[in-house]
């Protein structure tokens, strides 16, 4: 990339054996990176990779470490390391003898920083190492099962090791894995001990039989108020997992063992061997998290598991049922690469106990290293592409998002602890816009109008009368339309944030003085587009006989949303007047985007049926030295942005803003199945295809700004 000092390759694609993407780890460890003034970048030195299924996440990184995370009541590490955004493990392998050699296996200082020496795969459910130690070689493999249906999943990886003699002389060997038992809530990690309101204790114990080791944990709170049960809305979760680790295979029947230390008690496994020439051993254990304690029903959960894994495949021909081979795609890149996104969606998806449902979190800062579950907006984003990946699991997370709504339409933004959802700081205008755009895209892909019929509950979840999913979409536009509204200009307003929930952080204004003046076109734009869309599903709805009984209710319901995204359809057509390009906002009494083009709000606008002719227009300024095209907050080139106070610093989200500002065009531009037949004998496939081109298109001015 053009700002970060990086080796020219960290690594190659292929696939597996299962026709599934896999990566191979070439770098170096640790990786240094800068940016384009040589100062630190802020990425790890220790890169990581996604295992997973609805009911865990694994961080698996290069070098061998583990987090072991879970989402399912709250965002939580079970083997926090010393530092935020760790985890604790161990794995090493001993040569016996007079002067036995411990071989650590994990870690940046290990062998497996070595790319000479250890070779690094990683693939759908699945990481694998390959240790040269002169006189043995070592394999190391996780693999995760997947999740089959909305409600199900396992959370617990299967470690397969094998240790095989090189040498012409018998070979005795001890091969050690272990995790930490350590758990903390994420949303706790990065305050002092003295300032976390809960404190996680664990007791641990082993079951020689069953050659199980657990750490079964509990929260400590001083008011009594907060976590008295495990149904209890709370700010802090005080009924966390039980963490295990298992032994299924080993060459000496070993039993787990507990060994404390300062960081917490490691349970730990510990084979021996003595290897004959060119004789292996192989070890098998499960490490994972229940929140049944007893040993009997931890052991029912691996021997259901096991049933699942197959001796030479493992869990990849379930993860072939899972990931679509898009065999219509003639372009290997392009087809390896949906088939990776598809992956990484299913492995981040994750159960949520209190709802009962599935969501895709927003990942990175907010859920992995604040530990909430945010924003209302990034759920309904990241679920579009499930629409044709897995339209269950779309289904699960409208459903989510819905019990979330209040009964008068209002999407809370953030939701922590278990089950506690609230607005934050934040008063935010678009989250009813993104519910429809997820909506529509469902009903739209899979023709499934049953589903505005579908009975579910409000927020909070509990206690409160059922609604159907039109009751919903009804009262999240009386809430678009009565509660955020438009401005003076006609244009809907900004309240503190829109898509850009940085744009409160821009000036310092007093809140009151800008929470209702502000107005957003990018706003304006989506709903000209969304609200359109959403018209016409409602009006295939009409047609359909199972709703002849909600016929006058769609008809003023399809009628008010047409009157109000007329008007504002007109207002930003006469905002834009003889302009290239339209503006951003309108806020703190200011006019954004008067010479420099934001993205957010171009793709709806190209988007929009009602005016080709007007949005037909090239986006350009008829000038001669045209200033950049892109958010100006970021473009250092630009003489406005230097004087205008929308600083890459103000707020933690401006380093990924820019990931995200093309989403809307290139997505709806690269669906349906009209894009695969727009090909030319002559050009190269990937120019043709607009999604696939624009994000292409996108990235690289990304890189040039960043």
Known sequence: ?????????????????????????????????????????????????????????????????????????????????????????????????????????????????????????????????????????????????????????????????????????????????????????????????????????????????????????????????????????????????????????????????????????????????????????????????????????????????????????????????????FRDESDAELRRELQWHVYTLEAMATYCAFYGETKIPQGTVYDYDWGVQASARDHFQHALPLCYSNPALARSVLRYMIKRITPWGQIRLIEFGYGYNQEYTYFTSDQQLFFFLLVSEYLRVTGDLAFLHEAVKFSPGNGVEYATVLDAVEQCFRFLRDEVGVGKHGLVRLLNSDWNDAVYFIVKEPYNRVLYTGESHMNSAMACVILGDLTSRLECAARNPAFTGDSQRLSRLTASIRIFREKVLQAFLADLGDRHFPRRMYFAGRSYGEENMFLEPQGYRALSSDARSVYGRSARPPRANPPQCGACHRCRGCADARRRPFAPVAHPHAPVRWGRVAWPYSSRCARGPATRTARSQDGPPSSLRPGHAARRRFGEDAQRFF
């Open 1 to 325: 990339m053009s700002i970060q000092e990086m080796p020219p390759s960290v690594g190659h694609w292929a696939d597996d054996d299962q026709g599934l993407p896999k990566f191979r780890y070439t770098g170096t460890l640790p990786v240094v990176t800068t940016d384009r003034d040589g100062r630190p970048a802020k990425l790890p030195p220790d890169p990581w990779f996604l295992l997973g299924n609805y009911r865990v996440t694994l961080f698996v990184h290069v070098s061998g470490a583990l987090q072991l995370i879970t989402g399912e009541r709250a965002w939580a590490r079970l083997n926090q390391g010393a530092v935020p955004n760790s985890g604790a493990n161990r794995a090493n392998l001993t040569f016996e003898g007079d002067t036995p050699r411990v071989v650590n296996l994990v870690g940046l200082g290990s062998i497996a920083a070595d790319p000479v020496r250890c070779q690094r795969e990683f693939g759908c459910g699945w990481a694998e190492y390959s240790y040269d130690l002169d006189e043995a070689c070592v394999t190391r493999r996780l693999e995760v099962a997947p999740s089959l249906t909305p409600h199900d999943g396992v959370a617990t990886v299967l470690v397969r090791v094998t240790v095989r003699n090189r040498t012409d002389r018998p070979l005795a060997v001890s091969y050690t894995e272990a995790i930490t038992a350590r758990y903390e809530s994420i949303q706790q990690q990065n305050k002092p001990v003295s300032q976390r309101a809960m404190r996680y204790r664990h007791v641990t114990a082993c079951d020689a039989g069953r050659r199980i080791a657990k750490a079964d944990n509990f929260g400590d709170i001083d008011d009594p108020l907060d976590c008295p049960t495990p149904d209890t809305i709370s700010r802090h979760d005080g009924f966390p997992p039980t963490l295990f680790l298992q032994a299924l295979t080993t060459p000496d029947s070993a039993v787990p063992s507990i060994a404390s230390g300062a960081g917490g008690d490691e349970l730990a496994l510990t084979s021996r061997a003595t290897l004959a020439p060119a004789a292996e051993i192989t070890i098998e254990c499960a490490i994972g998290f229940t929140w049944q304690r007893e040993f009997a029903e931890i052991a029912a959960t691996t021997v259901a598991l096991r049933k699942e894994w197959d001796s030479v495949a493992g869990f990849g021909r379930l993860w072939r049922k899972v990931i679509r081979d």
